[in-house]
């Protein structure tokens, strides 16, 4: 059974940072296509990166900002969140495609301004 827990949102100021992580279970990271989205209040849910075999994708709103890694050893994903804006305020999910698309919980990330 594949489960996903994210953690390591919080609240921090405009330009501060924060590193998401996704501890996986049941499938392993480095060969699945992995990937963070997130969705704020009243808006669609929105793309932020994803890594695979065929690479990384950051989308246009992070790039320079974000960066998503794997720690094989601990089966988990990372997103590096770097000057943060309010505008980044928001649920992150953890998503792995494996045939279907597994989710996690999400974590909350509120910057302030």
């Known amino acids: 059974q594949v489960h996903l827990v994210e953690s390591g949102g919080g609240l921090v100021q405009t330009g501060g940072s924060l590193r998401l992580s996704c501890a996986a279970s049941?499938?392993?990271?480095?060969?699945?296509?992995m990937g963070w989205y997130r969705q704020a209040p009243e808006k669609a849910r929105e793309l932020v990166a994803t890594?695979?075999?065929?690479?990384?994708f950051t989308s246009d709103s992070v790039k320079g900002r974000f960066t998503i890694s794997i720690d094989n050893t601990k089966n988990t994903v990372f997103l590096q969140m770097n000057n943060l804006k309010p505008e980044d305020t928001a649920t992150y999910y953890c998503?792995?495609?494996?045939?279907?698309?597994?989710w996690g919980r999400g974590t909350q990330v509120t910057v302030s301004s």
């Open positions: 998503y792995a495609q494996l045939g279907r698309v597994y």
């Open positions: 890594i695979g075999n065929s690479g990384t």
């Open positions: 049941g499938i392993v990271v480095s060969r699945t296509y």
